[in-house]
Nanobody, 130 residues
Framework: QLQFVESGGDLVQPGGSLRLSCTASGFNLHYYKIGWFRQAPGKEREGILCLGGSGGRAYYADSVKDRFTISVDNRKNTMYLQMNSLKPEDAGVYYC???????????????????????WGQGTRVTVSS
């Protein structure tokens, strides 16, 4: 069974930092396109950062550039989302996702915003408020 276990969501003040993690089981992240997606209240799910599981150039949505970073530790089969300089508009439920794809990480981010990928995490809530 392919699955992710997510953790790290929390309440954080504006300007603060938070790190989310997703540990994969049943599959090897190295061979997948991976990404982080978020769904803000009342909005559609959007792909914010995506990366090849073996590394390479990441795709960043404009809204998170220079503040968020995606990374993967293949030894732990775990992916991370480091979020800095958090803003109230960053609040929402964050999901990790993965798919087998020969296309770019950007394609994974765009696709995961409108349809299901092969594997999803259960979601973790991030609240940004003072």
């Amino acid at each position: 069974q392919l699955q992710f276990v997510e953790s790290g969501g929390d309440l954080v003040q504006p300007g603060g930092s938070l790190r989310l993690s997703c540990t994969a089981s049943g599959f090897n992240l190295h061979y997948y396109k991976i990404g982080w997606f978020r769904q803000a209240p009342g909005k559609e799910r959007e792909g914010i950062l995506c990366l090849g599981g073996s590394g390479g150039r990441a795709y960043y949505a404009d809204s998170v550039k220079d503040r968020f970073t995606i990374s993967v530790d293949n030894r732990k089969n775990t992916m991370y989302l480091q979020m800095n300089s958090l803003k109230p508009e960053d609040a929402g439920v964050y999901y990790c996702g993965a798919e087998i794809s020969s296309q770019s990480p950007k394609a994974t981010c765009l696709r995961g915003g409108v349809k299901d990928l092969e594997v999803w995490g259960q979601g973790t809530r991030v609240t940004v408020s003072s």
